[in-house]
């Protein structure tokens, strides 16, 4: 039977990571913090026919994938089931009857294999994604995440604490680039839509930052710049104007990601940090990774960027963060059920 009081710790476990939070179903394999597979299997076309994500449908297309796409990261990763040592998985946050999906294999997996359970909550994921780029890294470092439903900088002390230096108080930076996306017309998945118009587009229509200081804390807030947007648009139609489609995208980049920027140096400088790094979505953005380059260098700070690819939802993130729970001795019971919301904190 599963006991998680009997299972020995080694220093450099083979771990399996699975995600199934929203339209990937992602596995991966990692030895210690050495990365040997990771594969995806996406629904974002299918869903892209309904302008977003439609969770019956994930749900749907995780169950049909979820079987192969372990297949071909223990393939790819050239070891065999019986030499897996922990199965982490996404738990939450996420869309329920997705997150279900992956859970319940992965418990199966668990029990069949007789290794620890280990409860992976998916932004610590994005967070432990640097770990992968750099197997050296250690904290203290200060962390950027901006996903489709987090933004915040983060005082990563240690590995399993952290400070929250500033957060979003309304919307997240992955979800105004989508809403934004909207507005122009453009296809699912937004946020590198709008990336590819901005490209070809000048950074001149007047749009307001999105930070917002208070007195504790460092406030992000992007409803007002989603508004702003849609104003711009909206008059500039009823008076008959062109609208640029490209010179909004791109106004819009700027004034999203600028702040982002400048704010996570400034977090790194004031708390004399002298190592940066960045994990979720909206890190997949071209001009938010050259600013972010740029202002690091200038400060003499020394900047960890996980691959674009690893910046997106994955499971080498998950697996990362398995690690770290590993090591601590960490494991989940199999009766862990699955959460829609889990706080950053
Ligand atoms: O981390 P992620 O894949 O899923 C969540 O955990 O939410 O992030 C998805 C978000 C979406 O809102 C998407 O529009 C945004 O990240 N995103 C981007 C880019 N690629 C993905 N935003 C801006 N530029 C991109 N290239
Ligand atoms: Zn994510």
Not at 131 to 155: M, N, Q, R
Not at 258 to 274: F, I, N, P, W, Y
Not at 311 to 332: K, P, V, W
Not at 333 to 342: G, H, P, V
């Amino acid at each position: 039977m599963y006991d998680k009081s009997t299972f020995k710790i080694k220093s450099e476990p083979v771990i399996l990571g699975l995600e199934s939070s929203c339209d990937e179903t992602a596995a991966a394999v990692i030895k210690g913090r050495k990365l040997l597979s990771s594969k995806i299997i996406s629904s974002a076309t299918e869903q892209a026919k309904f302008g977003g994500v439609v969770p019956e449908i994930a749900s749907r297309a995780h169950t049909e994938a979820v079987d192969d796409v372990v297949k071909q990261a223990v393939d790819a990763a050239g070891i065999a089931l019986k030499d897996i040592d922990a199965v982490a998985v996404t738990y939450g946050a996420g869309l329920l009857g997705a997150l279900l999906v992956g859970l319940s294999f992965a418990k199966s997996l668990a029990f069949t294999l007789g290794v620890p359970l280990i409860a992976v909550n998916h932004i610590r994921g994005h967070l432990a994604a640097a770990y992968l780029v750099d197997e050296t890294l250690k904290p203290p470092f200060i962390s950027l995440l901006a996903s489709g439903g987090h933004t915040a900088v983060l005082h990563v002390k240690n590995y399993t604490q952290f400070d929250v230096l500033g957060s979003t108080c309304d919307d997240a930076a992955g979800e105004a680039f989508d809403k934004v996306a909207r507005v122009l017309g453009l296809e699912y998945p937004g946020g590198v839509n709008v990336e590819r118009l901005a490209q070809c587009g000048e950074n001149d229509v007047p749009l307001p930052k999105c930070t917002v200081k208070n007195s504790q804390t460092l406030q992000f807030s992007y409803s007002g710049l989603k508004t702003a947007v849609i104003n711009y648009c909206h008059t500039a139609r009823q008076k008959g104007a062109e609208v640029v489609k490209e010179n909004v995208a791109c106004s819009f980049q700027h004034a999203a990601v600028d702040s982002l920027v400048k704010k996570t140096v400034e977090c790194a400088v004031e708390r004399g940090v002298k190592i940066v790094t960045a994990g979720g979505g909206v890190i997949a953005n071209g001009y938010l990774r050259q600013t972010l380059q740029e202002e690091c260098a200038k400060h003499g700070l020394k900047l960890i960027l996980p691959e674009k690819k690893f910046c997106t939802d994955n499971a080498a993130m998950i697996a990362s963060e398995g690690l770290i729970q590993y090591l601590n001795g960490n494991f989940a019971d199999l009766n862990l059920n699955a959460k829609a919301q889990i706080p950053l904190a």
